[in-house]
């Protein structure tokens, strides 16, 4: 099954927050834009992988002709939501000499003393580098939102900073994918069941995640808000339902594949003379 057949229509502009987005009117279960049961989207994402890790290698091979451009995927979500599954399935379908992984946790004193964008910038990707971020700078105006680790007048600061420093990132050839995985709280607490129920995920589990999860409506709140304030033109939020993990792997897919193709990229020229060259292999 190809990936245009796939889909009935394009699920950027489905999954893309607009003016007026309400993240309490998203049906975590459900798929827009894919018609399809959960074979046809296995079926898709792997047709789909080939041509992820062909149009990454093509953005890695500019970078050695001097093209500065670069991606950003930007994961965020609630606990057990899948950002993992993201990253095995969908980016570990590429290179990872072209993959540039980081996973912000909780700051560390040496984080603390400097402003909070600073850790992020230190993880940015290079050129011709698809950079994931699992978690990210939208941490300080969710958890900190909500937990109240820093004063109201400084979660309103970060929202403009963190503005201003995606719009200078797109500005230097950054294309930053911002997803929001979207899963009900029925389905978090099947997926932390499975992870107490199954000794080989004991390892996944954090006490601390069911504390997080009392917490659920205002978490929410927070990313309304968040989802609100920083989705702008030039660094779109996307919602993805993800209460099937099938198709959350999909549309992260077609958001990526989409990001590339629209940099219309094309194989960096030889240096060198190709003739020459070919003589001199044939007289090697």
Do not use: C
Not at 36 to 50: H, M, T, V, Y
Not at 56 to 80: F, I, N, P, Y
Not at 85 to 92: D, E, R
Not at 233 to 238: G, L, S
């Amino acid at each position: 099954m190809s990936r245009r057949k796939a889909w009935n229509a394009d699920p950027e502009p489905l999954l893309r927050v607009e003016e007026g987005f309400r993240l309490d009117r998203v049906d975590p279960d459900a798929t827009p834009g894919f018609p399809g049961r959960k074979i046809d989207g296995l079926e898709a994402l792997a047709a789909g992988a080939a041509r992820l890790s062909a149009l990454q290698e093509r953005l890695h091979a500019s970078s050695t002709a001097g093209d500065e451009r670069r991606v950003l995927l930007v994961l965020q979500a609630m606990d057990t939501a899948g950002k993992g599954g993201i990253v095995s399935h969908v980016v570990g379908a590429v290179d990872p000499n072209g993959v540039h992984y980081a996973g912000f946790k909780a700051p560390t004193a040496e984080e603390r003393e400097h402003d909070f964008l600073w850790r992020i910038e230190r993880e940015l990707p290079g050129a011709g580098q698809l950079g994931v971020f699992d978690r990210s700078h939208y941490e300080d105006v969710l958890i900190q939102r909500v937990r109240s680790f820093a004063p109201p007048e400084e979660i309103e600061r970060r929202y403009g900073a963190i503005v201003d420093f995606e719009d200078r990132l797109v500005a230097a050839g950054t294309t930053i994918v911002k997803v929001m995985l979207h899963i009900s709280k029925d389905e978090q607490r099947e997926r932390l069941g499975d992870r107490l129920d199954r000794p080989d995920k004991h390892w996944k589990f954090n006490p601390g995640d069911i504390d997080e999860r009392l917490l659920w409506d205002d978490y929410q709140e927070a990313y309304q808000i968040a989802l609100e304030r920083t989705s702008t033109p030039q660094a779109p939020w996307y919602v993805v339902p993800a209460n099937r993990k099938w198709y959350a792997r999909l549309a992260v897919q077609q958001l990526l594949l989409r990001a590339l193709e629209d940099m219309q990229l094309t194989w960096p020229p030889a240096d060198f003379d190709v003739a020459e060259q070919r003589r001199r292999l044939a007289e090697s």
